[in-house]
């Protein structure tokens, strides 16, 4: 795991020179991101366009003058800013979570002993196995039995525990040498402050990488949050889209401003934190 | 490379008392009470939110659920129904074909990552961005433009079409071509994931390789062809797996773009689909259970055998 983050920082400038021309890869590459990005610069002119534009046959390329109310009409169609920070909120709590329930349990799996242990983690790799439709109906049982429905409690509750996080980070604290553990323990520091001060801060990549996966899944996350919520105030903006979509579904112009808002958190926080996003993904990908 | 450490058995942790002097890391071996603060949080969430529900699950599947909420034991009924069943058939079906032409991105995915690795190419960084926006959007979101790109009267690709003098279907209002349509959204979306792993097994290949080859005269497409390619094979590999269990998951992009309302569905569901339909609209959660434990089987059985032909194709060097 650790050789892969050398590896990328070694690559990034490897020598070019007598190579041959790169001039056939811009061009493949050019036509390429178009392509990807076409669908996005489309929603963007939807989005300032007006249906009329958008339906005529053909459809106007540009809208004649740009219409930027649709955004501000979203606020009309869509409980918006209850939604988003609905989506905030369960994304916060789900990497919040994950992060100390994950790391606590990882950290345990890798390098405490205790009886038990193996079953334990055995256990916790059979779930990773487990496609999510096995818990799901199960899972509403408990959260109705509850009383969460359409409380972000019961949206929340099932993701603070992520068999997958903890397997992460147990395979991260794993590849973490002994020695300063060993010293902290000659020094007195019982099993927590040796996790606390010393383990946790080496395991920032992986709790990076855990949390770049979180965020990902739990903002754009729909089947389950459909499922245990109706209330359009206690929805998040992914069922609110897909929801709106049926009731709307001729309003194209705020549909696209909607969803580009829905979108635009990732992608902002993305372009901001490349680097970490690209190699927790690929660093998780490895496992 | 962790996986050999995750299957390697572990010394034995009951000798924690008596073989003490023995071990040097015996600091490490007698936690206390500490293991109980550190995984059992966890351990108490698992238990109710994961593995109770598969026990729950499993005895759900025996069951019919009454329409006002009385849940009988029918023993194998539903089992019995489901040998019997078309519409588990056309799902299954539907996500297989969904599936294999979201595999077709992976050939084009190693391309473009080759080319993007190139030594000395500049804007890597931009490339790799605008092929990685898709796979980061919100799925709902993105299939709402796409909706409106795929409209069959005034969408952009059929007004395209138009201008090359061919005549586009109804995209998304067609049984089969609504399949296809929404399996090109999938492949648009996973193509940048695929990039950064496969860019991550191409940083692994020795550049001596290519220099050695390069001194004995190969091209680059005979570079491509005989170290590039079979280097890459167990990241390839690793792509199809995420891929295929991935795509077994296929809910959020067929809700978005075709939508509850439109009658299509019923002939371009997947699993997922029939299973939400089935467990939370029609509230038949014993018929959903059964469903679900296919989607397992199936996932099961399929990476089984994609573990097994490996052998055949991936080189580990």
């Known amino acids: 795991m650790s050789e892969l983050s050398l590896g990328a920082a070694s690559s990034t400038r490897r020598r070019g020179g007598r190579h041959g021309s790169n001039v056939g890869a811009h061009v493949v590459l050019i036509v390429g991101s178009l392509v990807m990005m076409f669908p996005f610069v489309w929603q963007v002119i939807a989005s300032l366009s007006t249906t009329p534009e958008l339906t005529s046959i053909p459809p106007r390329l540009l809208p004649s003058v740009p219409h930027p109310e649709n955004f501000a009409a979203v606020f009309d169609q869509l409980p918006f800013l209850s939604q988003f920070a609905v989506s905030v909120l369960i994304t916060v709590l789900r990497v919040a979570g994950q992060l100390v329930l994950c790391a606590m349990a990882g950290y345990a799996f890798a390098r405490l002993r205790f009886p038990g242990r193996n079953v334990l983690f055995a256990l916790v790799l059979a779930i990773l196995m487990v496609p999510p439709q096995v818990f799901l109906i199960s899972q509403y049982q408990i959260v109705q039995g509850l009383g969460w429905l359409d409380t972000i409690a019961g949206i929340v509750a099932p993701g603070l525990f992520s068999a997958f996080g903890a397997f992460l980070l147990r395979q991260f604290f794993l590849g973490l040498p002994d020695e300063l553990e060993e010293a902290a323990r000659l020094d007195g520091a019982n099993p927590f402050q040796v996790f606390w001060s010393v383990m946790l801060p080496l395991a920032k990549p992986g709790l ?10 739990s903002w754009n996350d729909l089947l389950w949050p459909l499922i245990v919520s109706t ?31 829905a979108s635009a958190p990732i992608l902002i926080l993305f372009l901001l934190m490349q680097r970490r996003v690209i190699d927790g993904l690929a660093f998780s990908g490895m496992k | 490379m962790t996986s050999s450490a ?14 003490a002097p023995r071990r040097r890391r015996r600091s490490i071996t007698s936690s206390g009470w500490w293991p109980i603060l550190f995984v059992g949080p966890f351990m108490l969430g698992i238990a109710v939110f994961y593995l109770f529900p598969i026990l729950q699950t499993a005895y759900f599947s025996f069951t019919n659920w009454g329409p006002f909420g ?8 539903n089992y019995v129904e489901l040998a019997g069943d078309s519409e588990v058939l056309g799902a299954l079906l539907n996500t297989v074909i969904y599936i294999a032409i979201v595999l077709l991105g992976i050939p084009l995915a190693v391309w473009l990552a080759s080319l993007l690795n190139r030594p000395g190419l500049r804007l890597t960084t931009l490339y790799r961005t605008f092929f990685f926006l898709p796979y980061l959007a919100m799925p709902v979101a993105v299939a709402l433009v796409w909706r409106l790109m795929f409209n069959g009267d005034y969408g952009i690709i059929n007004t395209a079409l138009a201008a090359l003098g061919i005549d586009g279907p109804y995209w998304l209002s067609t049984p089969g071509v609504a399949l296809i349509a929404l399996s090109v959204v999938g492949l648009w979306m996973s193509v940048g994931f695929n990039i950064i792993i496969l860019s991550a097994g191409l940083r692994g290949i020795p550049p001596e390789l290519y ?12 570079q491509f062809r005989q170290i590039t390619v079979p280097m890459l094979t167990p990241s390839i590999f690793f792509v199809t797996i995420i891929n295929v269990i991935a ?13 509850r309302s439109n009658p299509v569905i019923e002939r371009t569901q997947s699993l997922v689909y029939l299973f939400f339909n089935e467990s939370f609209v029609k509230n038949n959660r014993g018929y959903g259970a059964v469903i679900a434990l296919v989607i397992l089987v199936i996932v099961a059985v399929v990476t089984a055998v994609q573990f097994r032909l490996q052998r055949k194709w991936v080189n580990y060097v």
Not at chain 1, 210 to 215: F, K, P
Not at chain 1, 242 to 260: E, I, K, N, R
């Open chain 1, 208 to 217: 990076s990488a855990l949390a770049v996966i979180t965020v990902l899944t």
């Open chain 1, 231 to 261: 209330k359009p105030g206690v929805q998040p903006l992914s069922v609110g889209l897909a929801t709106l979509q049926g009731q709307f579904s001729t309003d194209y112009p705020v549909l696209m401003a909607a969803a580009l808002m």
């Open chain 2, 6 to 19: 995750l299957l390697r058995p572990e010394a034995t942790s009951v000798a924690s008392g008596a073989g």
């Open chain 2, 70 to 77: 009385g849940v009988t034991f029918t023993g194998f009924d």
């Open chain 2, 211 to 222: 220099e050695a080859a390069a001194l004995d005269g190969a091209t680059r497409s005979q």
């Open chain 2, 247 to 259: 795509g077994f998951q296929l809910f959020d992009l067929l809700y978005g773009l075709i939508g």
